[in-house]
C-alpha cells in the first residue's frame, strides 16, 4: 500500500465522522426560525375564522374551536405565571393549574366577540427579533382602513416557539392584566382574584348568551 | 500593504465599537418585551404617579357616559353614511396638517433625520397626496410617519412628566404631555385653514374626533368588558402605548 493511500485509509473515516459531528452539531445548535413556526399557524387561524362554517356553530362550540387552535403555539401556563408576577411562586401547584385553567377561559370568553369581527383581515410578517431563547414576532394586521401593528412574544421550548405574549399598537396583553391583577392581589389576596375572574367569565358568559 | 490592512482593520474596531455602544444605548431606551425584567418590575420609564386618582376617576366616568351617549352614536351614524376607505382619507387629511408641527418638534428634540423626513411626507403628500387626502409618501416614497410632539419635546429637554390626568372630553394624559397638546394645538391653528373663529375651529376638531371614532368603533367597549378595572387598564395602555411613541430606536437604526 502505498502512503497516501494508507492515509486516506486512516483519515478518510475520521474526516467522515468529524464531518458528521459537524453537521449532527450545527443542525442541533441552529434555532428555529420564529417566523417559520408562526407563519403556517397563523395561516391556520385566519382560515379557521374564515371559514362559513364556524359562525353557524353555537358560540361557546366557536371559542373552543378557536381556543383548540391557538393552543398549538400559546404557553398560556407561561402566560399565567407572568400575568401573576412574582407571587406565582407562591402559589401551590393546584392553585397554579386552577389559575391557568381560568385565565385561559378567560380569554376564550374575552375573544370570542372578534370571531364575528374577522372579515378576510390579512397578516403581514415585517420583522423578528431572536435574543437568546425569546424571540419576537412583529405584523401587521392591515384592514381595508387601517393596519394594526401586532407582536407575538415567544420563548423556545425544545424546538418550538411559543407565545406567551401579545403586543397590540404597544400595548401588551399581560403587563396591562397585570397592573390590574396586582392591585386585586394586594387588596383580596389570591382567592380575591379567583373570584374576580369568575365573576368576569360569568358575566361574559352571559353577554354571549344575550347575542 | 501590511500597515494599510492594519488600519483598515482598526477602523472596522471602531465602526464596530461604536455601533455597539449605539445598539446598546438605543435598547436601553425601549422597554423590551425580551427582557424578564419588562414583566417583573415597572421600568423607570413606566412609573405611574396618579396622586390625584378619585378626580381622574371622577372625570373618566363623566368622559365614558359622554362617549357611550354622545360619540359613540354620532360616529356610528357618520360610519354609516360614509365608507371606511373615505374616512380613512379623512383621517389622512388631519394627520397631515399637523406634520409641520411634528417636523418642528423634531428639530427641537434634535432629530434632523425625522424633521426632513416628516416635512418632505408634508410636501409629497401635500401635492401628489391631494391636500393630504392620501399617503402616498408612506406608500410609495416609504417615508414612514413619525411620532412628535411638543410633549416629548419637553421630555428630551428634561421637564418631569407631572403625574397622570385624566382630561374632560380629552382622556388619558399626564400634566407634562397635555401642556405639549395645547402648546401644539395653538401653533397648528395658526396656519390651519379654519382659524378664523372659534366656532369654526371647535366644529373642525369635532369633526375629527368623529371620523377617528368612526374607525374605531367598538374598542373601547371591548376594552372595557376585558377588564377588571377600565380606569387602571386604559391608564395602563396609556403609558404602554406612550413608552412606544417616544422610542424611535427603530427609525435610528
Known amino acids: ?211 | 500593504m501590511h500597515w494599510k490592512s492594519c488600519r483598515v482593520r482598526s477602523i472596522g474596531w471602531v465602526l464596530g465599537v461604536v455601533v455597539m455602544v449605539f445598539c446598546w444605548t438605543s435598547l436601553a431606551q425601549a422597554v423590551d418585551f425580551l427582557d424578564d425584567e419588562s414583566y417583573e418590575k415597572p421600568q423607570a420609564d413606566y412609573v405611574v404617579s396618579d396622586p390625584i386618582e378619585p378626580v381622574n376617576r371622577a372625570v373618566f366616568t363623566v368622559n365614558d357616559k359622554f362617549y357611550l351617549w354622545v360619540l359613540e352614536p354620532v360616529a356610528t351614524g357618520y360610519s354609516k353614511v360614509l365608507p371606511a376607505d373615505i374616512r380613512a382619507c379623512i383621517g389622512n387629511f388631519f394627520y397631515n396638517l399637523g406634520e409641520p408641527v411634528r417636523s418642528v418638534n423634531c428639530l427641537l428634540q434634535g432629530r434632523v433625520r425625522d424633521a426632513g423626513l416628516t416635512l418632505g411626507r408634508f410636501v409629497v403628500n401635500s401635492i401628489c397626496g391631494v391636500f393630504g387626502l392620501a399617503d402616498p409618501a408612506g406608500h410609495e416614497f416609504k417615508m414612514a410617519p413619525v411620532y412628535a410632539s411638543f410633549g416629548e419635546t419637553l421630555s428630551v429637554w428634561g421637564v418631569g412628566e407631572g403625574f397622570y390626568l385624566v382630561v374632560p372630553l380629552f382622556g388619558s394624559s399626564t400634566v407634562r404631555d397635555f401642556t405639549g397638546t395645547v402648546v401644539d394645538g395653538a401653533a397648528m391653528s395658526s396656519y390651519s385653514p379654519w382659524n378664523d373663529d372659534a366656532l369654526t375651529a371647535a366644529t373642525a376638531e369635532g369633526a375629527k374626533t368623529v371620523n377617528r371614532t368612526s374607525l374605531h368603533l367598538g374598542e373601547y367597549v371591548e376594552i372595557k368588558s376585558m377588564s377588571f378595572d377600565a380606569y387602571v387598564a386604559i391608564r395602563n395602555g396609556y403609558y404602554q402605548m406612550r413608552s412606544k411613541r417616544f422610542d424611535h430606536s427603530k427609525n435610528e437604526k
Open chain 1, 1 to 211: 500500500m502505498k502512503l497516501h493511500n494508507l492515509i486516506s485509509f486512516f483519515l478518510g473515516p475520521v474526516l467522515a465522522a468529524i464531518t458528521v459531528v459537524f453537521f449532527t452539531q450545527s443542525a442541533v445548535s441552529a434555532t428555529p426560525d420564529p417566523t417559520e413556526q408562526f407563519r403556517p399557524f397563523l395561516n391556520k387561524v385566519t382560515a379557521t375564522l374564515a371559514d362559513p362554517g364556524l359562525k353557524k356553530m353555537p358560540k361557546h362550540e366557536q371559542s373552543r374551536r378557536i381556543i383548540g387552535v391557538v393552543r398549538e403555539r400559546f404557553d398560556f401556563r407561561e402566560m399565567s405565571k407572568r400575568v401573576i408576577g412574582q407571587q406565582w411562586r407562591n402559589l401551590s401547584e393546584k392553585e397554579q393549574r386552577e389559575f391557568e385553567e381560568l385565565f385561559t377561559q378567560l380569554l376564550q370568553y374575552a375573544y370570542v366577540g372578534k370571531i364575528d369581527e374577522y372579515s378576510g383581515q390579512q397578516v403581514q410578517f415585517t420583522q423578528q427579533r431572536i435574543k437568546g431563547e425569546r424571540a419576537e414576532v412583529q405584523t401587521l394586521l392591515v384592514d381595508k382602513a387601517k393596519s394594526i401593528p401586532v407582536s407575538y412574544i415567544m420563548l423556545l421550548r425544545g424546538d418550538q416557539w411559543m407565545a406567551y405574549d401579545v403586543v397590540v399598537e404597544g400595548v401588551s396583553l399581560v403587563r396591562n392584566y397585570m397592573e390590574q391583577f396586582s392591585e386585586i392581589l394586594r387588596k383580596d389576596g389570591y382567592p380575591g382574584l379567583v373570584k374576580q375572574i369568575e365573576e368576569k367569565i360569568a358575566e361574559l358568559e352571559k353577554d354571549i348568551k344575550k347575542t
